[in-house]
């Protein structure tokens, strides 16, 4: 029983031949493709919102081509094509200019295609919760002569947040879930890092149960960080029925 334990200590050690080191290497990789395509999204998304509700007809048909088609195709098709498409469309239009290739990062790469498709996700969430903010407030925000940043900054956004963030922090979560995707694209992250460590050492459940470990590790630090958030947005809000009053 103790070699037992012993062999997978050595397994999972930080230092080589051990993989710890890989895995949790492949988590910060993770962690960070996933933070930055969630900012990539948020900007999307915020744009993607306020084009939907800002009357001009053309921009809202576009903006729901765009949402529909992302939430219709499932990611790891949108994540293949975008890549490939995407690298591809860029050579040529190097080329077309005497330009020579490039070879897209595939960070960068995974970071687009992922902020892309939250991109589409989070424009329905914030439209929704400006949707949900009293039309009183922005009217005496116009009345009151404050221009379009003005009124987001002071009057929509102190407004929204309580009401997009839990669609948000579900986002997060589907974020971090999907970044195992851009396997598929070679680059490594925690899902990538464990299949070769399982393919190296034919312990896989080993290592997919402790890179399973690491995802609910994300998650619960994810909840902690979420929930501080939600408690600074929410103060002076009454509570709800049955539930705490935020910090």
Sequence with gaps: MATAQQGILDLLSPYPPGWGGVLLAGAVSTVAISACAFAVGLLLGTGGALGKLSGN?????VLDLYTTVIRAVPELILIVGLYYAGTDGLNRLLAAFNLPPVEVNGFVAAVAVLGFVQG??????????????????IEAAKAFGMGPM???????????????????????????????????????????A????????????????????????????????????????????????????PP
Excluded: C
């Design 57 to 61: 007809p053309v921009l809202r048909l």
């Design 120 to 137: 589409a996700y989070m424009t329905e969430v914030l439209r929704g919760a400006i949707l949900a903010i009293p039309v009183g407030q």
């Design 150 to 192: 003005l009124r987001f900054r002071r009057i929509l956004l102190p407004a929204l947040l309580p009401n997009a963030l839990p669609g948000l922090a579900n986002l997060w979560m589907s974020v971090t879930k999907d970044s195992a995707l851009v396997a598929v694209v070679g680059y490594q992250e925690l899902a990538l």
């Design 194 to 245: 464990t299949r070769l460590a399982g393919a190296s050492t034919k312990h896989y459940f080993v290592f997919f149960f402790a890179s399973a470990l690491l995802y609910l590790a994300i998650t619960l630090a994810s909840n902690v960080v979420f929930k501080l958030i939600e408690g600074r947005v929410r103060r002076g809000q009454p509570r709800l029925a049955g539930g705490k009053r």
